[in-house]
């Protein structure tokens, strides 16, 4: 039964199958509804790539383009039957996604919206241009009738085809949103070093994100052909575009009610009240306008928040507030609620239940030498222009050690963390770990087995605890497949049900877990930064990078700290701490290494380093003639 | 190609067309890190004003660039209040560029009713007669020489601006470091007003200079508006120099491949050294890399 629960909202579209039965006028069924239908197809599509990704797309009326127009050629100059051209259609729009999306890989902004602009325009000026294939400004008439075996398909009957492709386009939809895909595209929304740092590819699902929506938009496309058996450039102008994120925007992103809506008033409100049709842009422009500002949610948002204050009034049990709070569920939830785990302190419990990973291949078992050094740094340098932040760093880290990485501030430190996490790329020497040469995007590196935490608590806002140590834990969908999504696989529901059950864990492990729904930016700071070593934890790390994990936390919270570093070590993980309270630095570090000015001035075990002259005079200062001479060089 | 010398001649005035509103871009960005994406529609508001002062009513030609710097000014402060004022509050990259892009369109729907969907000839003050240059090897429009001419002043005036008073020396300081100026006594809100003024005024009198190379009417903006934001990027967004060069290169690029390849075709080099630009060197031609701090 409980499955069933996540498929209501499509079945609630059901009923609307029926209108032609009602309405005969074929002007409203096939010349309103049925291009609503295709709107909201292209606006699905749109939503995944502008809504959940958050990259502005004004070039969508240009994939629309290649997937009309891939049909109308291959019906007129080939004589295809319809059918055939829709997977060709389909592929083509996909592949045109790829070079709309590539921008996005390194751009946002406005720079990422002037490249598709661009695009749209460069897709009208082709179509434009090759009169041979396309005939130009003239368009493409010849679109063959619509059959399915002895069946017509045009007039009324064609708003069915586009109503069944309207809701096979929003229930995949539906599939890679409420899935790990949704949560790396909210992740790389919300904060993309952050989201790679955890292991999420940008390459993958920034580019993922585009080549669907592209796919979905060039369905579209083989069907707009038909609305007025024709294919023509000037239907698919830089407006177009506009026009359909006016539709995403005012009915509401993220939500499939909210597609309907928007598509349903631009394409309805102008139809019907023929004397506003001049002034058309301007009550657009001015509800686009108001949506933004008045209406962050859309129309959807609103009837959201309508129909969330009627049930609160209703409701006495749970009050309005906390109502309002709950983050929209993801329907996994709904389908595989976490199982109760009895409530653990933090302090009794043991990482071993959650922590999970065999050390990379070559450490431990290979030798003494392999085990000597878990991740070894030689030479390590990086320059931004003339300053040379990291200067031949000599770093090594054993396993299951705690390593801790002090100095003043601007010594480097951090440096040396964006470094390892391959948020920089050194201008010199070589990282090695677990034996093997590192390097790479950094969720290759947190795919290696080096996971981090942020000195500015870098995490996703707006997604729940349990959805931030999910993102966390994307590497344990590396099997699960497109296909296994739109299935809805048994496998693909057993690992989301086993990710968020560890995910819970973890959020017990940290002490965060009666907190799992609520949304990240609402934590007080020093539960953030328990919160972000969840997060790092999750993803199996063998060696975490803790960049200043006790920074602003209270004296409650860093002795929470101490003791999570503790089991953490007692599960065998190495540690590179970085930190400014030095009773938690000589509480909880096997070595110490001190960093003055990019260079290592001292290391030993915490007792020889407070006794060390150079790291003394580095910290306190000294008079000049008594510097050891490299320092005063570096000076 | 003997008829080179005018090429480059008609490609340097247009592309000192995109220079003049890549240069609006450039301001409100260094200033409050956003811009107008309906500087096409401001440009076009600007000329169709000129044009019913001077044209239409016969009024001087000062009088028409008069009010197309007073049209500037008008839509400067409702662009800032409505869509940039608010957005920068979001500090949400969708905000504004969604809002202005509103903003346009409404913009380009008043135009339609109040001027009709149709483009008029603009006249130039200068006459239509070409100039003969160097003994006659090169003809070249009167109406070019006064855009060169126009917009070198335009932009060296702002430059002198910026750097000889201490309103434009808090431009400056606005645009290096947001809460430093504010820290001086240095009211920011008003700066940004101040830059978004600048921007619309250029983009405004910008149009006037154009009409009378192209039509004037309702859709005269928005290709224009978008070619000079890919001018400006492609020559870097934050450089001034840069933004100027970014122009004056797609200016050039157009007139060369109407002239060698196609018509069809003179709007794509810019969007694909756009593209090109941003794959191998996202600051652009002219701009400085930066460094993200973790």
Known sequence: MMPFRRYIPLLALLPFVLVPLFVSDTYIVHGVLAKVCIYVIVVAGLDLVSGYSGDISVGHAGLLAVGAYTSAILCWKLQWNWWGTVPVSILFTALAGVLLGVPALRLAGPYLAMTTIAFGLIVQTIVNESEKLTKGSTGITEIPRLRLGSLSLESNNFYYLTFVAMVLVLYLKRQVVFSFWGRAFEALKENPLAAECSGVSRYRFKLGAFIISAAFTGLAGALFIHLNKYCGPLSFSLQFSIDFLIMLILGGTRSMFGNIIGAFIVVFVPDFFNNIAEYQLMIFGGLLLFTLYFLPGGIIGLINLLARSVGALFRRRRDAVVTAATPRTFPGEQLSPVPEVAHQDAATMQLQAVYRRSLPAGTGSSGHEAAAALLKTEELTIAFGGLVAVNKLELDVRPGEVHALIGPNGSGKSTTINMLSGVYRPTGGRIRFADLPLGGAPHNISRAGIARTFQNVALFGDMTLLDNVLVGLHHTFSRITLLDLFTASPRARREERAARARAQLLLEFVGLGDLANERARNLPYGKQRLLEIARALAQNPALVLLDEPAAGCTAGEISAIDKIIGKMKAAGLSILLIEHHMDLVMNVSDRVSVLDFGQKIASGTPAEIQRNERVISAYLGAPADELPPAAAAAV | ?294
């Open chain 2, 1 to 294: 190609m003997s008829d080179l010398p005018q090429l480059i001649l008609s490609g340097v005035a247009l592309g000192m067309i995109y220079a003049l509103l890549a240069f609006g871009y450039n301001i409100t960005f260094l200033t409050s890190r956003t811009l107008n994406f309906a500087q096409g529609e401001f440009l076009m508001l600007g000329a169709l004003v000129a044009f019913s002062i001077s044209v239409v009513h016969k009024h001087n030609y000062l009088l028409g660039i008069g009010g197309a710097l007073l049209i500037g000014i008008v839509l400067a402060v409702i662009l800032e209040r409505t869509a940039i004022r608010p957005a920068l509050r979001t500090k949400s990259d969708v905000s504004w560029i969604l809002a202005t892009t509103a903003l346009g369109i409404i913009a380009r729907n008043v135009a339609e009713r109040v001027w009709g969907t149709d483009d008029y000839r603009f006249p130039s003050p200068l006459g239509n007669a070409p100039l003969s240059l160097a003994g006659g090897a090169v003809r070249v429009l009167p109406q070019e020489l006064l855009i060169i001419g126009a917009a070198a002043v335009i932009m060296i005036s702002f430059e002198l601006f910026r750097r000889g008073t201490i309103l434009g020396k808090a431009v400056t300081a606005v645009a290096t470091d947001k809460d430093a100026a504010a820290l001086q006594g240095i009211n920011v809100a008003l700066i940004i007003t101040l830059s978004f003024v600048i921007s619309s005024v250029i983009a405004a009198v910008a149009g006037v200079l154009v009409g009378p190379l192209t039509l004037v009417g309702a859709g005269m903006g928005i290709l224009l508006g978008v070619k000079a934001f890919a001018a400006a990027i492609i020559g870097g967004l934050e450089s001034g120099l840069g933004v100027v060069a970014g122009g004056l290169i797609l200016g050039l690029c157009e007139q060369f491949t109407a002239r060698f390849i196609s018509t069809g075709y003179k709007d794509t080099p810019g969007f694909v050294l756009l593209i090109l630009v941003l794959l191998l060197k996202p600051a652009g031609l002219f701009g400085k890399r930066s460094i993200k701090k973790v």
